[in-house]
């Protein structure tokens, strides 16, 4: 039995659809779909029962989906094994962070580590989703808060403090926020709602809980680009805000909010000499800007 095939069957399980099922595997929905009937009828069953929202394993598939599990995580961590081999300097490493922290801390600091080591190379994805590190979605991860996965080693390296931002053509038109009236005839932008706590919009909810919230987005770039155009206030990174004269932080009630910046790698993966120097590298950087990113602690 090929375990690429079995790989289709577990995708499928897993994702409910062909469509989906082709995504996470990299490839196109005909090509799932005929290598799936190709292993069906090889196998003599039908793995899978249509329903009306996709897929649904079939007897044999729920049975068989336990030691799919199994031969699944093997084979990552045979994965995992190999790219940890020692290369000495060489090779790619693949880094997720968010958005805003990727564009405005990390890369100019991943183009000086390659500059120095020339035969490393550095993919970095900015996405605010949480890549699965033990399934090799991602060699590295550099996030704000913490990490909930398994098997992982992290550090933290630095802080980022928050504050509350506005345009100077926003306080001219509308003027500083009453924080007694809980900044009623206020405009605010918030992030989209989302099951994990995010300290700084809980900040901005206790302190302006009566301000008009004009959007909401996925990300902080999007915060940034309207507090400019002088529509909204927005709480913001301090690094990020500080360092644009056109923006006023506006002194809040409350305590400004912080939160830790982590490195996390695969356990697997934390020895492999290109990932080390990375992460010594990484922890060497953010430490001199570290009272850029958390002015508030001085």
Known sequence: ????????????????????????????????????TALERRIGVKLFEREAGGLKPG??????????????????????????????LQGSITLTSLAWFGDD?????????????RYVT??????????????????????IGNFDQEDLVERKVADVSYGLYASLGYLNQRGRPDFAKKGAGHSVVSLCPSPAKVVHIEWLNAIVPR???????????????TVEAGDAMAVLPRVMG??????VRIEAPLPEPSQPVKIGVHADLRDTPRIRALIDFLVHELKIRARELNPSQD
């Open 1 to 36: 039995m090929d375990w690429d095939d079995l790989k289709i069957a577990h995708a499928v399980a897993r994702h409910g659809s062909l469509s989906a099922a082709a995504r996470a595997l990299g490839s196109t929905q005909p090509t799932v779909s005929r290598r799936l």
């Open 59 to 88: 007897p044999l598939c729920d049975v068989l989906l336990e030691s799919l599990d199994g031969m699944e995580e093997l084979a990552r961590a045979v994965e995992r094994r190999i790219a940890a081999r020692d290369t000495g």
């Open 105 to 117: 801390v990390l890369a100019p600091m991943l183009t000086r580590f390659c500059a120095r080591h």
């Open 122 to 143: 550095i993919d970095m994805v900015n996405d605010p989703r949480r890549f699965n590190l033990s399934r090799r979605e991602a060699d590295m991860a550099v996030r």
């Open 211 to 225: 301000a008009a919230v004009l959007l909401r987005t996925n990300g902080l770039q999007s915060h940034l680009a």
């Open 242 to 247: 500080d360092r644009r004269p056109e923006l």
